[in-house]
């Protein structure tokens, strides 16, 4: 406790007085020990006696004064003095023994008062490491479930990179089948024409036979002309096609002359495309995954549209087909000194171009004004500056998994985006919002972030914004600036009006969302997620949510639901279909506090936490 002393071993309380040795008085106060030697007066007397365990000496007859005659003592006054002395020394040794006792007894009290105390702190010292260890079972099944939840997240967003690779692979398979059906309508078109180009020769040929045997034979073996036949009905079958004559052995060598011909014809056309060996082309897409290369080929085929799985990039590597339209160089070694400035520069038609997984340290430079869609995701890219994005028609942007941060991003580097609708900045380290979004952004993903604040005006122009995910940030309501929202927290500004709010992960307590915070997104909002935060009631507003889905409120500090999920009056409008409020301090709940969801298996309460 406060103020106890230890002296050689023992725990002294606070004002404790104790005699280590004689003609020594040691004092506790305030955690210190103060000792003094005591100071025996000057006795007057022919025989001074100390008594047994006193420090100080005393008379054993009246003091002698200076001046005043001593007598002798008689036997009788000697014998008594002993006698006196023998009482005291009896005396003293009963007092010392009492004291010894006492000493002894408040040895025993304050042994058992350490003891009871060494308990004490002994059982504060096991509580507090039950509580560590289950803070850190905790902690370990907090950082077990994030890491799942992460795990899950990856794989939906690896189902929806497959699920979309497949629609365009589906996609380039039906084009694909489609120029091969084109192009055998065009063979039979041509065979037929052939056919009928034969069957014409040979009418020609006839007719010129018939024509030289009349003229040969004269009008002597004219026959007489015959009498008109009835018509014969039509037949209902189509007529045969006619088979060509059997070929002579001239007609056989002039076409085996052609198909020579056409043969060396179509060997100079690939060895014009410079395919390597490895590659395969087929219509108007070029592979070349088992090749191997470590540059990039010099090609030529002006029909070629698709290309992939290509390593560096010179700066003639496009000359030779101009018509591409989308490139596919992902996951290969290419660097930003790897890309010729120029090598983008003449594809005119190119809409789509996929860069993920490089070693890319800045956006290649020149590229078309036709892209459509950039993909440089899982790189290294060092910053964006004002002139990275010269693209009036691009409308998917993604640059997730990158080394980005608002101080190394341009303000101005999304105003060339006027079409822009779709990008992705999540997994970088942006600690704020990027400035200069564009205004026909549609969806913003800036998840797993280091997002802490939130500026005024980072949203005032993207009225369109629909989407927008900020989960796994680190933000703080403090750090949200009044006018972020536009009006104290609010999306009215956005047109038609915000549907999915993703807030999950942050540090939003009761102060941190305002009465106002969904103004505007009452009839809008189909997914709130406010999971994980520091919430502790039901932000308010959300009952006003005609069209609200999904509603995620697990693992904040929410004690009592009330009526502020489901309004009693307008229970059987409501279209909310699932309810997350497990890992909360939920105790009571109001009879009405659910009414409105559909079905009770849609609400998740189990487990709650108690305080």
């Known amino acids: 406790k406060q103020g106890q002393c230890v002296y050689q071993g023992l725990t002294m309380f606070n004002q404790a007085v104790w005699s280590p040795k004689p003609c020594m008085t040691c004092l506790c106060t305030g955690g210190r020990v103060v000792c003094d030697e005591i100071t025996c007066p000057t006795v007057q007397c022919h025989f001074p006696f100390t008594p047994a365990g006193e420090c100080c000496p005393v008379c054993t007859e009246p003091p002698n004064y200076p001046g005043e005659p001593v007598s002798p003592l008689t036997q009788e006054e000697m014998q008594r003095i002993l006698w006196r002395k023998e009482e005291e020394k009896h005396e003293e040794e009963e007092r010392l023994r009492k004291k010894e006792e006492a000493r002894k007894r408040r040895r025993k009290l304050r042994k058992e008062q350490e003891e009871k105390q060494r308990k004490i702190v002994e059982a504060r010292r096991r509580e507090e490491e039950e509580a560590l260890r289950l803070q850190e079972k905790k902690r370990e099944e907090e950082y077990r479930r994030q890491m799942e939840e992460e795990k899950e997240r990856r794989i939906q967003e690896e189902e929806d990179r497959k699920r979309k690779e497949a629609a365009e692979r589906k996609a380039q398979e039906k084009e694909r ?22 069957k014409e020769r040979e009418e020609r040929q006839e007719e010129a036979e018939e024509e030289e045997e009349v003229w040969l034979r004269g009008d002597v073996f004219k026959m007489p002309p015959k009498e008109p036949e009835e018509p014969e009905e039509p037949d209902l079958l189509p007529a045969p096609m006619p088979r060509p004559p059997a070929m002579t052995e001239d007609e056989l060598k002039e076409v085996e002359a052609e198909e020579e011909e056409e043969e060396e014809e179509r060997e100079v056309v690939v060895d014009r495309g410079g395919l390597p060996p490895g590659c395969d082309i087929s219509d108007v897409t070029a592979t070349c995954e088992n090749a191997k290369l470590t540059h990039f080929p010099p090609l030529v085929i002006p ?103 608002e101080g190394n991003v341009n303000p101005l580097a999304f105003a ?59 933000l703080d309501e403090t750090r949200i600036a009044p006018m972020a929202w536009f009006n104290h927290y609010v999306f009215a500004h956005m047109v038609p009006g915000l549907e999915y709010l993703y807030l999950s992960y942050n540090k939003l307590d009761g102060e941190g969302i305002e009465p106002e915070s969904f103004f505007g997104s009452y009839h809008s909002m189909v997914e709130l997620c406010l999971d994980h935060n520091q919430l502790l009631a039901v932000p308010s507003g959300i009952n006003e949510m005609t069209g609200l889905h999904f509603l995620r409120l697990n693992n904040n500090m929410i004690s009592i639901p009330d009526e502020s999920i489901c309004d009693p009056n307008h229970s059987e409008d409501s279209t909310l279909v699932a309810l997350r409020l497990e890992n909360n301090y939920i105790q009571e709940i109001s009879p009405t506090a659910f009414s409105c969801l559909r079905s009770s298996s849609s609400l998740i309460l189990k487990p709650q936490k108690t305080k």
């Open 416 to 474: 060339p985006l006027k079409q822009l609708s779709y990008l992705r900045l999540g997994r970088n380290h942006f600690r704020t919002i990027p400035q200069g979004l564009p205004t026909s952004l549609l969806e913003l993903y800036l998840e797993n972030n280091l997002i802490e604040e939130i500026s005024e005006t980072v949203f005032n122009q993207t009225t369109n914004l629909n989407v927008l995910s900020l989960r796994h940030n680190r």
């Open 303 to 405: 029909e070629l549209k698709s290309l992939n799985n290509i390593n560096s990039i010179p700066a003639e590597a496009f000359n030779g087909i101009p018509n591409l339209e989308w490139i596919n160089l992902k996951k290969n070694k290419l660097t930003s000194a790897g890309i010729d400035a120029k090598a983008f520069k003449g594809l005119k038609m190119l809409s789509r171009l996929y860069l993920d997984g490089n070693l890319l340290e800045a956006v290649p430079p020149d590229l078309p004004p036709t892209l459509q869609e950039l993909k440089i995701s899982e790189n290294r890219l060092r910053g964006i500056d004002k002139t990275s994005f010269q693209l009036s028609s691009l409308v998917i942007l993604e640059l997730e998994g990158n080394l980005l941060s």
């Open 177 to 198: 089948k489609l120029e091969e059906e084109r192009r055998r309508q065009e063979e039979l078109l041509r065979e037929e024409l052939l056919a009928l180009v034969e």
